[in-house]
């Protein structure tokens, strides 16, 4: 089966704009492969002026929440590093027939939401004997985190734009539809509680198996 790729543009996030912008970009995601009837659902960022879609799948909306949690768990070990998270199509197949029923995953499309999050120095408050100094420290800090918001903003916005032109041209790998589900199979996979790279991680594991080894 061929399976398709693709790498986003890396955003620079901080800590605090983890969950938006994961938010945004997994349910985008999975809203342009959505099959049968969804009900669409308008969300309106808080951080950004940007609007997503979510399809209005309840176990869909909880999957993502709490590979979000895990992912911000891991950063919170591993500050600093960029990361990658990987969103992952399947379609199941029946291996040899047997008593055992077994099934495998054949992936089609693999999506890397690539980030860096960073810590940027905070404005200090509070009464100080250099207080005409510090307000201008203040004032310069946030200066620039008004200037580095704008800018992920815009980096935003190409991203959601790289996976509308991602699947407008790849078509030709995605299986037929079923009308029973709403969305295809996917899983969502997150960097090992280990330091390695995540990319190496995963590049072992496609090795051994053929495909990234997936969280339950």
């Known amino acids: 089966m061929n399976c398709e790729v693709c ?13 938006e912008v994961l938010r945004c970009i997994l349910h985008t995601i999975v809203f342009h492969r959505a099959l049968g009837l ?18 209005g799948d309840v176990e ?12 911000i768990s891991w950063v919170e070990k591993h500050p600093n590093k960029k990361s990658q998270i990987c969103l992952s199509f399947y379609e199941t197949k029946n291996k040899h027939p047997s008593w055992f029923n077994k099934t495998e995953r ?19 408050s509070g009464k100080s004997h250099h207080s005409k100094p510090m307000v201008v420290l203040g004032e310069t800090v946030s200066e620039e ?8 903003e815009a980096s935003l916005h190409e991203v959601l734009f790289q996976i509308i032109k991602f699947v407008n041209e790849k078509k030709d790998h995605v299986p037929p539809i079923n009308e029973d ?11 090992s509680s280990s330091d390695s790279p995540f990319g190496m991680d995963v590049f072992k594991r496609m090795l051994q198996t ?5 969280l339950s």
């Open 7 to 19: 790498q986003l543009k890396e955003l620079e996030v901080e800590h605090f704009e983890i969950r």
């Open 210 to 214: 053929g495909h990234p080894t997936m």
């Open 60 to 71: 869909l909306e909880k999957k993502i929440e709490e590979k979000i949690d895990q992912f």
């Open 38 to 55: 969804v009900r669409p659902k308008d969300i309106d960022l808080e951080l950004f002026e940007i609007t997503y879609v979510q399809c």
């Open 106 to 124: 054949l992936f089609w499309e693999h999506w890397y939401v690539n980030l860096h999050v960073t810590q940027h120095t905070k404005a200090h």
């Open 145 to 152: 985190r008004g200037v580095r918001k704008e800018a992920l």
């Open 181 to 191: 589900i709403i969305c295809f199979p996917c899983e969502i996979t997150i960097p």
